[in-house]
């Protein structure tokens, strides 16, 4: 007999999956500033150039943490609680840190690719990182139509699946009826 987590689940809309992307960077930024706050004072940074390559991989690291705790226990961060949105492994089961790590680090595939081509082309303008970013996620999240199982590629290439948790509505509890003494 398979388990609920084995069962095959349907993955969420695409409109719910960027909205809790979206989400995920609103409370990102708390866990980056806060980060960004601890490093600059540790390392009594003064200049925001100042030590900059440490500071983004100390960020690196952070998200890294950050991502890989939520994912390892339970398959959901805050972001993907409010939406009710699980990963998982493809089929079912947890992630081990081993395959949240590995998820964390081919999601970068979200930003790397626009963020070298622009890097390439520079100087830049800030509009101009915006619309090629933006065009670019946009991009790659209509990518995951293609997926037969409408999955993120590297969900697929990292042996995960995005699933939705929505909590199963329960049936109305039955009165039982007064006793007569």
Not at 123 to 143: D, E, K, R
Request: aromatic share 14%.
């Amino acid at each position: 007999m398979t388990s609920a987590a084995e069962l095959p689940a349907r993955a969420p809309s695409l409109r719910r999956r960027l909205a809790c992307f979206l989400y995920e960077g609103v409370l990102l930024f708390g866990v980056v500033m806060i980060s960004a706050y601890l490093f600059s004072s540790l390392t009594q940074q003064r200049h925001a150039l100042q030590a900059r390559h440490e500071l983004q991989f100390f960020m690196f690291v952070v998200l890294g943490i950050y991502f890989v705790w939520f994912w390892s226990r339970g398959g959901q961060t805050l972001a993907m609680k409010t939406w009710h949105i699980r990963v998982r492994r493809t089929g079912g089961g947890a992630l081990t840190q081993a395959r949240a790590f590995a998820r964390f680090a081919l999601s970068w595939v979200w930003f790397v690719p626009p963020l070298a081509l622009l890097w390439a082309l520079r100087p830049v303008s800030g509009s101009m990182v915006f619309v090629v970013t933006a065009g670019w996620v946009l991009l790659y999240a209509l990518s995951s139509w293609l997926h037969p199982r409408r999955q993120y590629w590297h969900d697929a290439l990292c042996g995960t699946e995005l699933v939705d948790s929505k909590p199963q509505p329960q049936p109305p509890a039955r009165r039982s009826a007064p006793s007569r003494a």
